[in-house]
């Protein structure tokens, strides 16, 4: 049973936000995975996408493992480093504005035992 490890880091996309994607593909196939990610109007699903493809690649050419074994073990958003600026408001006063950034891991697995 092998795994194999995708991660993508420092994404310019709020961990919660990509958290409501990566919970939809979560414990599904490679191709259902895929067509819920290509059809998803989500920002955070095109760097989702990237990740699963990456993570595809690595099974593909590093393991030589088939695709349609295939299928996502576990994927984790964590939270990346935060960008603080500041924004000019009324009076000489200035509100934070914080950039958020995120990192995904996905895990693949085949379903042999």
């Known amino acids: 049973m092998a795994n194999v490890i995708a991660k993508s880091k420092n ?11 990566a919970d939809q593909i979560r414990k599904m196939s490679i191709s259902s995975a895929l067509d819920t ?3 998803s109007n989500k920002k ?9 493809n990456s993570a595809i690649a690595n099974a593909e050419n590093n393991l030589d493992l088939d695709i349609d074994d295939l ?7 964590d939270e990346g480093r935060t ?3 500041m924004k000019a408001r009324a009076k000489g006063r200035s509100n934070r504005i914080l950039k ?6 996905i895990v693949l697995t085949d379903n042999q035992e």
């Not at 299928?71 to 958003?77: H, L, P, W």
């Open 11 to 21: 994404l310019r996309v709020s961990a919660q936000k990509a958290r409501l994607v």
């Open 37 to 39: 990610l290509s059809f």
């Open 44 to 52: 955070s699903a095109v760097f989702v996408l990237k990740t699963l």
């Open 71 to 77: 299928s996502i073990k576990s994927i984790y958003v």
């Open 83 to 85: 960008m603080k600026r």
């Open 100 to 105: 958020r950034s995120c990192h995904i891991s």
